[in-house]
């Protein structure tokens, strides 16, 4: 904390990728005249010319996607957790949409074996799926809604990626993912409520699934 004090006297100006983050430092004291805003982006040419590859062909009637690091800030652990809630969910419902519903989860890191255990643990093998390393823009054509449970962000970029991909996004309600949500970008729900998730996943299914995206 000393260090952090003696580097914001030094500091002339402030640069943030996320409006969140701006807002948060001027809650910790900073004065607004020192802070800017710079927000992420992306290659979108390159990135446009992506998805025109072959996209994997995943299996299931309803896919969720999710794209990240293996670290605890994006809690792909508490994300599996909601996924099984959903699989309990639907054993109630007689929607074909959600008759067989997945989970693909792009990285690597070292939180994979716990993530495999837990995996195992739950009970859900069949429908949640480590794909470790792939390329995003034909993974993200593959499935039916993008999903993050991530504590805090700045600014994601494959959230971004998935907008332009034009696949349908669900978010936690975290410091980053705001703005999407506030800009009807994305669709919150409260990080970590098992209901709230489900309740969104289950909403977005009745819009059906992206079987004209899914193709390469």
Sequence with gaps: LAID???????????????????????????????????????????????????PALPGSFRLGTVGRFDPIKDHSGLIKLFGALVKKIKDLKDPILADPRLFIVGTGDLEPKLRAQIQVLGLSGHVHLLGALPVGPFLKSIDLYVSNSKGEAFPLTVLEALIARVPVLVSRVPGHDFLIDQNLACGFRASNAQDFVEQVIKQSQKGTRPELSEA
């Design 5 to 55: 004090r003696i580097l914001c006297a030094l500091t002339d100006q402030w640069v943030f990728v996320s409006t969140d983050e701006r807002d948060e430092a001027q809650r910790l004291g900073i004065r607004p005249r020192r802070l800017a805003v710079i927000p992420n982006g992306i290659d979108l040419p390159a990135f446009e010319k992506s998805l025109l590859t072959e996209s």
